[in-house]
Structures are given as structure tokens and as C-alpha cells.
């Protein structure tokens, strides 16, 4: 039998825009965007963006203080496969069509400072971004591991890399850091190892975890965050393991369900149960979910409750008016022919003061600044709030802007 | 119209566009069934560099009498410009996304003479 190669230019190896990759090259567009929209006035957070920590994986495990796992993760021909982080199944990159997965690992950069802060400069300066909070991408299914005893020695591993080596070095990254809420004694000594360390604006709760987030065991990592006045943020993820979403097929599916029904659940715990009033000091942000599940939500929990407070008795209002306390990221917005419900959306959730700007790039779903910037219902002031203000007030940042920024105001 | 020089004929092929830059727009232009098409090269999604990603053809399900999926295929009768940002993917021969074809490519008109080839902006 003869193997069948890619006869076309299907393959993203053979394409001239991966052979060179590089991101300031690939993002260029966006740079005009950001130079036709004058984003050098004003500062933009980006509180979703990505790195591959797997990249890193031998030197985040120079962290670890366990020697057999530590051991386990380098062994000669397993780095990345050890079975210390659990591997996805999905073609984020859709069998190559989002080039920038396959031409990541080609981008040529400078020895100094670290890989990762190069990447992150990159895209940030090419999009307008002027700080952007760091999240790992492998370890948002960390917590799904089997062993509780491998997610924490990697949190603690990876947290103590990441402070160390990425924020300690760079002043526009900062990070809402690990957090393995199944082991809760731990989560309770990973915010006081990490909460005054520079860069770190508060803590991450991802995905999917083996307890409801309501659980009493978790109260005083909640009553913890609260002591240090750290914001606690749900990143959600697909499991395509989960049952609920076994029956799907497609990736695109698991994906577009996956995301918004993790923080639907965590979400409808969180309210029902009256955390808000458990600790009304305690902020949350509710990251990568889209937008359109928040009113949805808020309707379903409001129309049932009213019928059925005797079942959340905590409450002292409705489920909305709870949520629409809370803040939550923009991505992936759903752009799409939806202008009207989207401002309905904008309006339900409190956006000018309770919605932060997020890209989640290098991810392939990612969005620029302009899917903000372009709304026709926001005014200049709601722009700038979501697009960096409100970010700048919940993690009580000092702005960094960028260099690009500076230098073309100092020019004038 | 007025016309301005993108490149040589020669200089394209049917496998990538050609990026050519015009009063500081790119545009980008490929051999396609015989002719030369040329689009802004800027996605109407989020504005990705649409005509730099991959040439990818149409994927189909095959299938049975019964409506059963028997295997997916490639179109290659049908190519498409894959806006290497996100993935939106567009037909090459008419610029409109698969989607939905109210979105659309920049089209320009081409003119090839005398060995090089022209659009009209």
C-alpha cells in the first residue's frame, strides 16, 4: 500500500505564511487596528490570554518537589506525555486552517528575556494590549487528572515557574494563579504561598472539578481569598469526557456547549447556594464562556426561583441581581448577526462596569480588541472601561502601557 | 476606473496568492480555473490576513440511500481562501464565506496586459 500525501497545499507546512512564522507578522492587521483606532490613548487588559506551559514543561518541573513525579515528567522520551497533564482530544487548530499552532514552535526569538514573554509581547504590542493576565492551556484540564496528588505538585510547580520566571520578569504579565480546588487544604496554602508575589491580581478556579464549587469543603479557600481581598476567577473548559456531553460528535459542538455549560453549573451552585452572601466581600469573574449564556441563565434562575425560594434560602434577592454583581470576560463573543441581543446582553450584565475585555489568544476562537472598540452602543467611555478601566479597578492594577504606546504620544 | 500594477502574470501560481501592497491596502492574487482573482486581504470577520492562510477544498459527507454518513470527502472542485486567524473559510471563484454569503471578500476587477496584471481601484 502507497501512503497518500497531501497533494495540495492542504498542509500548513507548506505554507509560506508558517515557513517564517512569525506572530508580529501574522498579527499585522491588527496592528493597523490598533493604530486606526488610537489605542495609544488608552490602556488595554487583556484578562484571558494563553502559553503553552507544556512547552516549558522541563523547566516548570525544576519547580517540583517531588522527585519521582519530577523524575516521571522528564524520563527519556516522555517530556509532555508523562501523564502528568491530561491530553484533550479536539483539532483546535482545525486540521491546520489556524496556522498558528503549527508555526508556533517555528518562531525564531531572542535568547532573552523568556520564550513565553517574547510571544506574549508580540501579539500584545501587535493588538494595542498593554497588560494581559497569563493563563497555562494544557492545565485547564489539570484538574480532571485522576490524581489529586499530580495536580497539586503541578500547580505548585507551575505557579512557582510562572511567578518566578514570567511575571518576577515582566511588568505588563500578570496572573490569576492555580488553584487545585480537590484538594482544598492545599488551594488554602497555594494563596498564601502565592498571593503577595508581584503579578499575581488574584486566584483560578478551572474547568472541571471532582466537588461542586459549593462544597463546604472549599469555604475557607473562599473566606481566604476574601482575608486577602484576591478576586477569584472560574475559567471554564470542555470535557468531551463529561457525560452531559458525551452524545456530541463534533468538536465544534463540545466546544460551543462544552464552555458555557461548565460555568452554567458552577454558576447555578455558586447563586443557589448563596455564596455571594456566604462572602459578599469575595469577587468573581466568570472567564470564557461567551456572553449569551449570563442572560439566559439569569431568566431561567429568576423565573424558578420565584416560585421556589423555599429551595435557596440564603437568597435575600434574585439570581440576576446576584450575577449582575459579578464580572465577566468578553470571549469568544457571539458576533454573528446578533447586534441586538448583544446590547440586550450588554445591558442585563452591567457591561460598562462588570465586563472585561479578553482575547484568549494564541487560542483559535481568539478576539481583538476592535470586537469591543467597533460596538456602535457603546460610547468612547464604556469602551475604554471594558476594554481596560474595569480590569485596571478589579485586579487594583498600577498600568503598564506599552512601549509603542508611549513612544507615539511622546511623539505626539 | 483607474488601474494600478499588482505584480507580473508570471509571478502567480494557483497553489498561494500573490501579497501585493496597493496605496497601503494588500491585496492578494491567485490563478484560479483559469483566471486571476484578486480580494483585500483583510477577513470581514475580524480583519485576519484572509488571503495568506490555506487553500482548502470544500469538505462533504457522503451520503447512502438511507441518509447515512458513509465518510467525508474534498471538494477539489471547490477551493477556499482559510483566514488563518480563526478559520473562516471562503470561496475562492466569488469571494463569499461558506457560512453565510452576505459576508463577503473584497473583490477587485483584474486586467491582465501585456505580461502583468492590473486591478482597477
Known amino acids: 500500500m502507497s501512503l497518500t500525501g497531501n497533494t495540495m497545499n492542504y498542509s500548513s ?13 501574522l498579527l499585522k492587521n491588527a496592528r493597523k487596528q490598533a493604530e486606526d483606532r488610537n489605542y495609544k490613548d488608552f490602556f488595554i487588559c487583556d484578562v484571558d490570554s494563553h502559553h503553552y506551559e507544556t512547552e516549558a514543561l522541563p523547566e ?15 524520563s527519556a ?10 491530553q484533550a482530544i479536539g483539532s483546535q487548530d482545525m486540521a491546520g486552517r489556524v496556522t498558528r499552532y503549527a508555526g508556533r514552535n517555528k518562531e525564531i526569538v531572542p535568547e532573552e528575556p523568556h520564550r513565553d514573554i517574547t510571544l506574549a509581547r508580540r501579539w500584545m504590542d501587535a493588538m494595542g494590549t498593554d497588560m494581559a493576565c497569563l493563563f497555562p492551556t494544557p492545565m485547564l484540564l489539570l484538574a480532571t487528572h485522576p490524581q489529586v496528588e499530580v495536580e497539586v505538585a503541578m500547580a505548585r510547580a507551575y505557579n512557582r515557574w510562572l511567578s518566578e520566571r514570567i511575571l518576577e520578569e515582566d511588568n505588563r504579565l500578570v496572573s490569576m494563579v492555580y ?11 497555594m494563596i498564601d504561598e502565592f498571593a503577595e508575589k508581584k503579578g499575581v491580581v488574584g486566584f483560578l478556579s478551572t474547568g472541571y472539578l471532582k466537588r461542586p464549587v459549593h462544597d463546604s469543603a472549599n469555604m475557607r479557600i473562599y473566606a481566604k481569598l476574601e482575608e486577602h481581598g484576591m478576586p477569584l476567577g472560574f475559567h471554564a473548559a470542555y470535557h468531551w469526557a463529561d457525560t452531559s456531553l458525551a452524545q456530541l460528535n463534533k468538536f465544534i459542538s463540545v466546544h460551543a456547549l462544552g464552555f458555557s455549560f461548565c460555568n452554567i453549573i458552577h454558576m447555578t451552585n455558586w447563586v443557589m447556594n448563596g455564596m455571594p452572601e456566604r462572602f459578599p466581600k469575595l469577587k468573581t469573574m466568570w472567564i470564557e464562556s461567551g456572553l449569551a449564556w449570563v442572560p439566559f441563565l439569569m431568566q431561567r434562575l429568576d423565573n424558578e426561583y420565584m416560585m421556589r425560594t423555599s429551595d435557596a434560602p440564603l437568597l435575600k434577592k434574585k439570581p440576576s441581581d446576584y450575577m449582575r454583581e459579578m464580572y465577566y470576560s468578553t470571549q469568544p463573543m457571539e458576533l454573528v448577526d446578533n447586534r441586538e441581543a448583544l446590547e440586550v446582553t450588554f445591558k442585563m450584565i452591567n457591561a460598562e462596569s462588570q465586563l472585561l475585555y479578553s482575547s484568549d489568544y494564541p487560542h483559535w476562537d481568539m478576539d481583538l480588541p476592535s470586537t469591543i472598540y467597533d460596538l456602535p452602543f457603546l460610547d468612547e467611555k464604556a469602551k475604554r472601561s471594558i476594554l481596560g478601566g474595569n480590569a485596571q479597578k478589579l485586579f487594583n492594577l498600577d498600568p503598564v502601557m506599552s512601549e509603542w504606546k508611549l513612544e507615539a504620544n511622546a511623539k505626539g | ?37 484578486a480580494y483585500k486581504n483583510v477577513c470581514p470577520h475580524q480583519g485576519g490576513p484572509v488571503c495568506e492562510g490555506l487553500k482548502m477544498p470544500q469538505v462533504c459527507v457522503e451520503l447512502d440511500d438511507q441518509q447515512r454518513a458513509l465518510r467525508q470527502t474534498f471538494n477539489e472542485d471547490e477551493l477556499h481562501f482559510v483566514c488563518p486567524w480563526h478559520g473562516w473559510e471562503f470561496k475562492i471563484a466569488t469571494g463569499e464565506a461558506v457560512g453565510d454569503p452576505k459576508y463577503k471578500m473584497k473583490r477587485y476587477n483584474v486586467v491582465e496586459r501585456g505580461g502583468e496584471v492590473y486591478v482597477e481601484v
Open chain 1, 60 to 74: 516548570i518541573l525544576q519547580y517540583m518537589d517531588d522527585p519521582v513525579m519530577r523524575h516521571l515528567g522528564l
Open chain 2, 1 to 37: 476606473m483607474p488601474e494600478r500594477l499588482l505584480c507580473a502574470v508570471s509571478d502567480l501560481s494557483d497553489k498561494t496568492a500573490k501579497i501585493c501592497e496597493v496605496d497601503g491596502v494588500e491585496i492578494g492574487v491567485i490563478r484560479h480555473k483559469g483566471d486571476i482573482v
Open chain 1, 179 to 189: 488553584l487545585p480546588m480537590n484538594e482544598p487544604h492545599e488551594a488554602e496554602k
Open chain 1, 77 to 86: 522520551g516522555n517530556v509532555g506525555r508523562a501523564g502528568l497533564i491530561p
Open chain 1, 13 to 25: 507546512d507548506n505554507d509560506p505564511a508558517i515557513q517564517e512564522f512569525n506572530t508580529s507578522k
